[in-house]
């Protein structure tokens, strides 16, 4: 299979640009931060927001982009919880409602910044594939009526199929404030702000530990006050003890040729909003700039014992079940070419919401486990590290989010021993079965599944 830069549609259809030099010999930085996806480069962006004489410094294993901010979906959640209902179980009423409103004005300052990156603020619908999904999606706006945001909307089956086009399709909810992007472009961006304002960034260079003040690299290190670790599903490789935090999965994307307009005019899919199934296992897709369908599914990989590697970024098992769901989704439509496949890890946390944290006496911080919401948590985190980083104060600080750790993980074998059984009765569920006495214990802890 091809490499991920090749085989990755954003990171494939990339403009040329010259490639950050690696990093050599023995340098110093007030900061460093190890990991230049979407959370190291907001988190850069912030700090030199709030100092900007900061010396600062990136170092990537890859290419910027490389991890899941340039694999994923270009979806963006109108919050930054997974969803209401656990951000209300999780976290309180109240602070649920202050995390909607921030979640808003987060998507709203990202826009204003994220020019000729194809940003769209179509929204998200939520299509219901049953009545149990219409059910669920009843829950969905009376969570948002209860955190008072406003503009949610409910479709019946005739109302849907105005939206999208497909025989599946019960009903569904049109969900504003998100929308779609290119990562990629996104990422370009930041990373020539950041170099223009003196951000140092190190590319192909692998961290091989941290220790208070220094991070080495081979033969080469960088001495620091201060190091952030924006690794997210790759963390345990530098802070072990964090994998009791969360668990490192793997999600799977195609990308197909350009649809022809006869092909759109059956889809019927004018809004251009990112959809996601109702199904606990759902498909997630969208439409690209240039009209192709990014087809992906929720069903992650676990690959004991938390095995994050690039052997795992493809998967013909996942490649072949997509292209099955996507005909039997849309079967108006010939047989579609995909000739863009690939997979990246994710970090899944408990509460399906990111947390943070200190280690080595507080010289370093990290953040991590979007559970696949990243795009627009990223951007919130980044302010968050950037204000514990620098000391300075923030009302984001005193968040719970912030200050609570999510409920670990069993340690293996009993690890991979859960992931299999709660997969195999999520099937059921999806399958029609009424979940087992094993989900409803872990619905009364608030645990969210799947990615």
């Not at 900061?31 to 907001?42: D, E, K, Q, R």
């Not at 202050?98 to 990202?110: K, S, V």
């Not at 943070?356 to 919401?373: E, K, Q």
Request: net charge neutral; hydrophobic share 40%; glycine share 8%.
């Amino acid at each position: 299979m091809l490499p991920i830069e090749q085989s990755c549609y954003w990171l494939a259809t990339r403009p040329q640009s010259a490639q950050g030099e690696a990093l050599i010999g023995a340098q110093r930085a007030q900061v460093v931060i190890v990991g230049a996806g979407f959370t190291g480069l907001w988190t850069a962006h912030f700090l030199k927001s709030l100092k900007p004489d900061l010396d600062l410094a990136i170092v990537e294993q890859g290419v910027t982009g490389y991890g899941a901010t340039g694999r994923n979906a270009g979806m963006i959640s109108n919050c930054i919880d997974h969803t209401h209902s656990l951000a209300i179980a999780h976290f309180g009423q109240e602070e649920a409602r202050e995390l909607a409103a921030i979640g808003l004005a987060n998507i709203n300052e990202m826009e204003s910044y994220a020019t000729d990156c194809d940003l769209e603020r179509t929204g998200q619908l939520f299509v219901a594939l049953k009545e149990k999904h219409m059910h669920d999606l009843h829950s969905l706006i009376e969570d948002a009526e209860r955190l008072e945001i406003k503009g949610y909307q409910l479709f019946d089956q005739k109302e849907i199929q105005t939206k999208l086009n497909s025989p599946r399709y019960v009903g569904g909810a049109h969900v504003p404030g998100g929308g779609i992007l290119n990562p990629i472009k996104l990422v370009d961006k930041l990373v020539s702000d950041l170099k223009r304002s003196g951000v140092r960034i190190f590319e192909k260079t692998r961290v091989d530990s941290v220790h208070q003040g220094q991070i080495k690299a081979g033969d080469a290190s960088i001495q620091a006050d201060k190091i952030i670790l924006a690794t997210d599903a790759y963390t345990h490789h530098l802070l072990p003890g964090l994998i009791w935090r969360f668990i490192p999965l793997y999600d799977y994307i195609l990308v197909s040729e350009p649809l022809e307009t006869s092909e759109l005019e059956k889809l019927g899919w004018q809004g251009r909003e990112g959809i996601v199934d109702g199904r606990t296992f759902f498909n997630y897709y969208r439409l690209t700039a240039d009209n192709r369908v990014l087809w992906g599914t929720s069903e992650a990989k676990y690959y004991a014992p938390n095995q994050v590697n690039e052997r795992f970024d493809h998967s013909h098992e996942h490649y072949q079940s997509l292209k099955e769901s996507f005909s039997w989704h849309f079967p108006q439509l010939k047989p579609m070419q995909w000739p863009y496949a690939w997979g990246g890890p994710i970090a899944s946390t408990t509460r399906l919401t990111p947390f943070f944290g200190t280690a080595h006496n507080g010289s370093v911080l990290y953040a991590l486990g979007y559970t696949g919401h990243g795009i627009g948590s990223t951007r919130l985190a980044g302010k968050i590290l950037a204000h514990m980083a620098l000391e300075q104060p923030s009302t984001l600080l005193k968040l719970k989010m912030v200050t609570d750790k999510p409920m670990p993980y069993p340690p293996e074998p009993l690890r991979s021993l859960s992931v299999n059984m709660v997969t195999s009765s999520l099937r059921q569920v999806d399958q029609g079965a009424k979940p087992n006495l094993l989900l409803k214990i872990l619905d009364a802890l608030g645990i969210g599944f799947s990615s």
